[in-house]
């Protein structure tokens, strides 16, 4: 059986060489930048110049644009959960999470993100499965295996 490209990739996720993890991980990652092409890399820019700047309202409104004019464009949904996250709107972040993860179920940032948004809602017994699924593509990640545990001590 021939594996495609996003498999592989998967795959070298589970993988004990620390460098082909980290490959992959990257790989995936610029994947998911460059699934709209230069346009969707650019409205993602655009929308970091504007956090950066500390122009919040701009950097929601185009992330929202993004996700209204690209519904299927994963990584936009997760940076707007980054953004929603980082703002403690956790309810909006971990519906933005919901939404990579049924675009893209291994997204492991967005179950990495789901996570984070149930524990800060101190949805525990949720936040352990979010951290497990994460741990299911990316065994290695240490810190949803730490996370885990805070979960599982605050239940």
């Excluded at 675009?103 to 993100?113: D, K, S």
Aim: with cysteine.
């Amino acid at each position: 059986m021939k594996y495609s490209k996003i498999e592989q990739l998967l795959q070298e996720l589970k993988k004990t060489d620390e460098v082909a993890r980290k490959r992959a991980t990257s790989e995936l990652w610029n994947l998911w930048f460059g699934q709209k092409g230069e346009i969707g890399r650019e409205l993602l820019r655009r929308s970091q110049s504007f956090l950066e700047m500390g122009n919040l309202q701009k950097a929601e409104q185009l992330l929202t644009e993004t996700v209204d004019n690209y519904p299927d464009f994963a990584e936009a949904w997760n940076r707007r959960a980054v953004f929603y996250f980082s703002l403690e709107r956790y309810e909006q972040a971990r519906q933005d999470c919901e939404q990579v993860i049924q675009l893209v179920p291994y997204h492991f940032g967005a179950l990495h993100g789901l996570g984070l948004s149930l524990l800060a809602l101190g949805k525990y017994a949720e936040a352990i499965a979010a951290f497990r699924k994460a741990l299911e593509v990316q065994p290695y990640a240490l810190i949803n295996q730490k996370l885990i545990l805070e979960c599982t001590a605050l239940l």
